[in-house]
């Protein structure tokens, strides 16, 4: 059988805030049939991570783009690949049968062909909805988990700030913080995101950014005895005000720096005298890298979420013609909680 299959591409390199323009849709023909002989497998895809880390593959150069293969370049034409859920549709490959979901390396299209093994794992949902496998068990809540626990390193009672912090990673963080017994505060982009994070997700308080015209004395108000752990999801000027207002033995994650994505002038400057003097650690890390503690995070996330002690904030969109409008929302502020879209029933 073949079907026509849509997908998305850029147009050119993308060097600033993406817009709907720099996207196309186009079909392609496809027989969801696998040559006798091949090992390729074809799935039908059904719900696709939205990342901000996608626009640094999209710029013509990108320090990024050398560092995973999961974070190479994407060149004009060809499907944007990402990371999602899909259900097997044919295989050639005996690890996967025809009907089996897998997680893992799919696109932004309909149906993709994967001609590499490693790039797909079968998935178990474990009885948790296919959408949880994307966001608070996938690649956002592992971020998080290993992020806080294996970067941040924290004490309970620590004081902890997370940026973006009703975004996919960043609400994760902060009810991990809340759990495991820290004092944490968020800041977002609107009131609605404060509400949310105060009234639902039990952080200790929280603020919209816009509003505050000197985030260094805003910090100050929120942590009047300093920051232990700031989750930076943002850099420039935030990752300055909270270096500013740490503690002496304060630790700063650098998970992401979205405002200095599509801004090639923005650049965090912290005062380095305050990290000498108060002996900041400041460490970026890439999720990867920590798969010692996937096991871990994948057993304490389930528990957490069967004892309803950790919310799932989801954003939904539908329709792979949509993938880049969900997409560029990341870069306004417009999604709450892990950004996906839906491409197909179950
Ligand atoms: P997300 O937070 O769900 O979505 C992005 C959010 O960032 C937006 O909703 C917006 O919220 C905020 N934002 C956008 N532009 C901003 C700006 N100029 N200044 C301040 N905030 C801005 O995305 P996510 O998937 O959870 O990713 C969060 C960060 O983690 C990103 O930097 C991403 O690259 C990083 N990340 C890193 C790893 C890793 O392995 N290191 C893995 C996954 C993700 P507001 O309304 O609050 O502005």
């Not at 690949?81 to 996967?96: E, I, L, R, T």
């Not at 015209?213 to 232990?228: M, N, Q």
Request: glycine share 10%; hydrophobic share 40%; aromatic share 10%.
């Amino acid at each position: 059988m073949e079907v026509s299959n849509s997908y998305i591409t850029i147009k050119t390199h993308i060097n600033g805030a993406p817009k709907e323009s720099d996207f196309e849709l186009k079909t392609a023909t496809l027989a969801l049939s696998v040559e006798p002989g091949s090992n390729h497998v074809i799935v039908k895809n059904l719900y696709i991570s939205v990342d901000p880390y996608q626009i640094n593959r999209m710029k013509t150069h990108s320090s990024s783009q050398k560092a995973l293969i999961d974070s190479r370049r994407i060149t004009p034409g060809e499907v944007v690949d990402a990371y999602g859920v899909a259900k097997v549709v044919a295989s050639g490959n005996p690890k996967f049968e025809k009907g089996e979901l897998v997680v893992g390396r799919i696109g932004w299209e309909e149906h993709s062909v994967i001609k590499e093994e490693n790039l797909i794992n079968k998935l178990d949902p474990m009885g948790f909805p296919l959408t949880y496998h994307v966001g608070v068990l996938g690649i956002s809540g592992w971020t998080a988990y290993a992020g806080f626990f294996e970067v941040c390193k924290p004490k309970k009672g620590e004081k902890v700030f997370v940026s973006a912090a009703s975004g996919s990673v960043g609400n994760l963080v902060g009810q991990y913080a809340k759990l495991f017994g820290c004092y944490v505060v968020g800041c977002a982009g609107s009131k609605q995101k404060v509400e949310l994070l105060k009234e639902k997700l039990g952080f200790d308080d929280a603020f919209n950014y816009k509003e505050e015209t000197d985030l260094k004395s805003a910090l100050t108000r929120y942590f009047p005895d300093g920051i232990d752990i700031y989750f930076d999801n943002v850099g420039a000027e935030m990752q300055e005000a909270a270096v500013a207002n740490m503690n002496a033995f304060g630790r700063v994650a650098v998970c992401g720096v979205i405002s200095e994505y599509t801004d090639a002038g923005k650049r965090a400057a912290p005062d380095m005298i305050d990290v000498v003097y108060k002996r900041i650690t400041i460490r970026g890390f890439l999720v990867v890298d920590h798969i010692n503690v996937y096991g871990d995070f994948i057993s304490t996330t389930s528990d957490q979420l069967r004892s309803r002690d950790m919310h799932v904030i989801e954003d939904i969109a539908t329709g792979v013609e949509n993938i880049p409008s969900a997409f560029i929302g990341l870069f306004r502020g417009e999604n709450i909680g892990k950004k996906i879209v839906k491409i197909a029933e179950e």
